[in-house]
């Protein structure tokens, strides 16, 4: 299934209709879609480097309108589609109680997301945390904005930078690629596991 996820990914960032479906995924990835936009992202950045920065702001915005969601799923839907979304990612009730414990206070709560926003670690899973907590929505708003921007500038300057590269390498190893997202995938779950037990 991550494969032909993949495939149509892939696809899709060399169509016409790219930027929609980066904002597609990317909007999606921050409530439930397992795969993260970055592949998406390297694709179209490094077919267009001269829009770098307005992809990455794109794809930024359509993580954080749908980060809200994920926060929507947290607190008025949890025991239905939140609890099916965190059993389906093998998240343990144990290890989502740590993390909604830990964003109790605003302060630690903007730490969080900033810094999970940054990391492999399933953005979807902190979203939905944060709408658990009843985390404050402008603490929310800013620190999705800080760690998602922060995130796809980063990759959008480095295909930008290195584009022929990056489109060479995904075309001439696609199976590479993929196990190297779904390898970020994995160790995103892992990190969950490690530092919220």
Not at 48 to 70: E, I, P
Not at 167 to 178: D, G
């Amino acid at each position: 299934m991550i494969e032909k996820l993949y495939d149509w990914m892939m696809k899709q960032a060399e169509s016409k209709h790219a930027l929609r479906v980066l904002m597609f995924v990317s909007f999606i990835e921050s409530s439930f879609f397992p795969l993260p936009p970055d592949p998406v992202l390297a694709v179209v950045v490094a077919k267009n480097q001269h829009k770098a920065m307005y992809y990455a702001s794109m794809c930024a915005l359509a993580s954080v309108l749908g980060g809200f969601l994920g926060y929507f799923i947290g607190y008025a839907c949890f025991k239905t589609l939140g609890v099916y979304i965190l059993d389906w990612f093998n998240i343990t009730p144990a290890q989502f109680d740590d993390l909604v414990l830990k964003m109790g206070r605003d302060t630690w709560a903007f730490l969080i997301i900033c810094a999970k926003g940054l990391t492999p670690i399933p953005f979807k899973v902190v979203t939905i945390a944060s709408g658990f907590a009843k985390v404050n929505l402008w603490v929310f708003l800013v620190a999705s904005i800080i760690a998602r921007t922060t995130r796809f500038v980063i990759l959008s300057w480095i295909c930008k930078r290195y584009g022929d590269h990056v489109l060479n390498f995904i075309e001439k190893h696609k199976k590479i690629a993929l196990l190297a997202i779904i390898f970020l995938v994995i160790i995103g779950f892992a990190l969950i596991k490690l530092f919220v037990k």
